[in-house]
């Protein structure tokens, strides 16, 4: 059994990461949170053309089959460069579709997902009753509240609501065409909120690896009494502790995928261990980041806001802290 990653998905991390660092995200970020979504559909489309949405849709429908590490990979990536738009949907989306039998809805959907033409939203009862960025989605699924009772597509949704992130965009859908029903609907619901939490878990890591990554960087160059406060043995504390959280919900993420691709028992426990670990791991991180920054750390202008935004928001997201919690000691 392997937890790491192996060459070829370190690879696949890497060329993600250069792709997007030679985008500029955060103005696609702020141009998302206007409702102005150009930009960040050319991220989009970057993010599809380099495989990511098909590690969630089946062979048989033109993806590459459900891979979680490889997913888990470059949602890291997705997370540190705060790309924005309902990744994490689109690909629970997919799993959903994907695990129903026949090729009625997920035949009309999947290569279109996989390839990044459209991009889709989720509700479900455990993720909440709203949407992520209904208004700017193609599509918007909606699982019912007895799941048995069906799968919808949405007709529309209510007016976007206001998100501890900006750039996430919450709206009310509602039942619209019935694509599927029957019990198959809840076994299909639940893998695909299994994979959600995967990927904002994964996510999570990465937007708590970013905040890191900027805070040693302002720690270091910042003087205080002459000195880097980075010099600082408290400031080196606050960072260490971050680290060590980042750290250790790594091997707990590359354990969830491990069951998530085994279809263990355990996978569900596994991959809220993952999430509960990685999100306060990026919350203690952006808790450090605006205390090493101070005042500047708080404005709307200066990029670290972004990410700051994002761990708060994930944090709650396909899970909370205590949902999460209670899953991993009742399984």
């Known amino acids: 059994m392997r937890f790491l990653p192996d060459a070829e998905q370190t690879a696949f991390g890497r060329n993600l990461d250069r792709m997007f660092a030679a985008a500029d995200t955060p103005s696609a970020v702020r141009a998302w949170a206007r409702g102005e979504h150009g ?4 991220l989009w489309a970057r993010a599809a053309g380099a495989g990511v949405f098909g590690l ?19 949602f890291v990536e997705l997370g540190q460069h705060a790309v924005p738009g309902p990744l994490v949907e689109t690909v629970a989306a997919a799993v959903l579709l994907g695990r129903l039998a026949g090729d009625g809805p997920a035949g009309a959907w999947l290569p279109r997902l996989c390839t990044g ?7 479900m009862p455990c993720g909440g009753p709203y949407a992520l960025d209904a208004d700017a989605a193609d599509a918007v699924l909606v699982v019912s509240g007895d799941p048995a009772d069906g799968l919808h597509l949405a007709r529309g949704c209510g007016p976007v609501q206001a998100s501890l992130d900006p750039a996430r965009r919450l709206a009310r859908p509602s039942d619209g065409e019935l694509l599927a029903t029957g019990p198959g609907v809840r076994e299909a ?12 878990a994964a996510q999570a890591l990465g937007v708590g690896l970013a905040l890191l990554d900027r805070t040693v960087g302002y720690a270091r160059q910042r003087t205080q009494f ?16 971050v680290l060590i959280g980042l750290e250790f919900a790594r091997p707990l993420l590359h354990g969830a995928a491990v ?10 426990a596994e991959v809220a261990a993952a999430k509960v670990a990685a999100c306060e791991a990026a919350y203690a991180a952006a808790r450090t980041a605006l205390q090493v920054h101070g005042a500047v750390g708080y404005t709307a202008e200066y990029d670290l806001s972004l990410w700051i935004g994002k761990a708060r928001a994930l944090r709650g997201a396909w899970g909370t802290p205590a949902e999460c919690r209670a899953k991993v000691l009742h399984e």
């Open 39 to 42: 930009p960040g559909r050319e």
């Open 56 to 74: 969630a849709v089946p062979e048989a429908h033109g993806g590459s089959g459900l891979l979680p590490m490889e997913l888990g990979v470059a």
């Open 117 to 123: 033409q459209v991009m889709a939203s989720l509700a």
């Open 189 to 200: 619901a639940c893998c695909a909120a299994d994979w959600a939490a995967f990927a904002t």
């Open 226 to 241: 002459g000195v880097p406060i980075g010099s600082f043995q408290a400031v080196k504390h606050r960072l260490a502790d």
């Open 259 to 268: 069951a998530l691709a085994g279809r263990a028992p355990e996978a569900s």
